[in-house]
Nanobody, 124 residues
């Protein structure tokens, strides 16, 4: 079992930055690939970024490329999403998720564990 708790969301002006954290409890974090997803009102959930178990491979959605960075610190059982150059279209609830896999996981349905989400609001 892995329990996930996100933090770091908030209100930021366009062009600003936020760093989301995802603290994991449980002994299996090291064996899990991690992902960040978001869901805006009236829209479907979408993947933002993913990282493999070692933090050596990453994936970014087109909307995140060049602006967001996913990382993890296995010693701290924590995953991160650094978000720069934020735009109002980034406004959403952001979720971290863990998959019982070592490599990159792209499909949301393959993630077994989910956090409760953290709100990110970008004002224009």
């Amino acid at each position: 079992q892995v329990q996930l708790v996100e933090s770091g969301g908030g209100l930021v002006q366009a062009g600003g930055s936020l760093r989301l954290s995802c603290a994991a409890s449980g002994r299996t974090f090291l064996n899990c690939a991690m992902g960040w997803f978001r869901q805006a009102p009236g829209k479907e959930r979408e993947m933002v970024a993913a990282v493999n178990w070692r933090g050596t491979s990453t994936y970014y959605a087109d909307s995140a490329k060049g602006r967001f960075t996913i990382s993890r610190d296995n010693a701290k059982n924590t995953a991160y999403l650094q978000m720069n150059s934020l735009v109002p279209e980034d406004t959403a609830v952001y979720y971290c998720a863990a998959a019982r896999a070592l490599g990159l996981v792209y499909a949301g349905e393959e993630y077994a564990y989910w956090g409760q989400g953290t709100q990110v609001t970008v004002s224009s």
